[in-house]
């Protein structure tokens, strides 16, 4: 079956539109449209954003879908995709929302009690023998063996620093030491360093 496509000159601004007569949605203000795309072509400073619009662009241009997924270099389907959404809502319809990402392998209880054993035990406390201080690999070794999960030391990471938790060295304190020997030390330190 042959496809009729129609002429339509615009007179006001010069341009040379292409329409499908048999198009689902014809709309004799194809440039109209154009315009509007070229508009968000320009607004628009996310590349991702720019080629969706640059395909609708070449639809409306009058090119397949083939010939544009050839030009822009994505699959027929996803020109198909953007193409439709267009079609069904305008250019609203192919703004992309927020990308959720992997799912979370622990559940929020699982992260809640991972914090309280991190904030508030060591690690040789919890079944982890000759370690003091906790760090993504220790987190990995008891998130394996109290839920059966493993983790990366990155993936840890991430989790550790989602539950704001954040790596520091640890430093020591000497619990017997004699606070007032110590202000001493201080005090005669400071007399040795200024020059004589």
């Known amino acids: 079956m042959f496809s009729v496509i129609?002429?339509?000159?615009?007179?006001?601004?010069?341009?040379?539109?292409?329409?499908?007569?048999?198009?689902?949605?014809?709309?004799y203000n194809n440039c109209t449209n154009i315009q509007g795309v070229k508009e968000a072509m320009k607004k628009t400073k996310s590349k991702r954003m720019y080629q969706r619009y640059y395909v609708v662009y070449l639809h409306l241009k009058g090119h397949t879908n083939k010939d544009i997924a050839g030009m822009v270099d994505l699959c027929g389907?996803?020109?198909?995709?953007?193409?439709?959404?267009?079609?069904?809502?305008?250019?609203?319809?192919?703004?992309?929302?927020?990308?959720?990402?992997?799912p979370k392998y622990l559940t929020p209880e699982q992260e809640q009690q991972l914090y309280e054993v991190i904030t508030t035990k060591t690690p040789d406390q919890v079944g982890i023998p000759n370690r003091k201080n906790w760090d993504s690999h220790i987190a990995c070794e008891w998130v394996k063996m109290n839920f059966g999960i493993q983790y990366t030391a990155r993936g840890m990471l991430d989790v550790l620093h989602r539950l704001n938790l954040s790596y520091t060295r640890p430093t020591y304190t000497l619990e017997k030491a004699d606070s007032k020997k110590q202000g001493k030390f201080k005090q005669d330190f400071e007399l040795l360093k200024k020059p004589s």
């Open 6 to 27: 129609m002429l339509i000159i615009n007179t006001h601004r010069m341009g040379i539109c292409l329409i499908n007569k048999y198009e689902k949605n014809f709309d």
């Open 77 to 102: 389907h996803t020109v198909g995709k953007y193409i439709k959404a267009y079609i069904a809502n305008g250019l609203d319809e192919l703004v992309m929302g927020k990308s959720t990402g992997a």
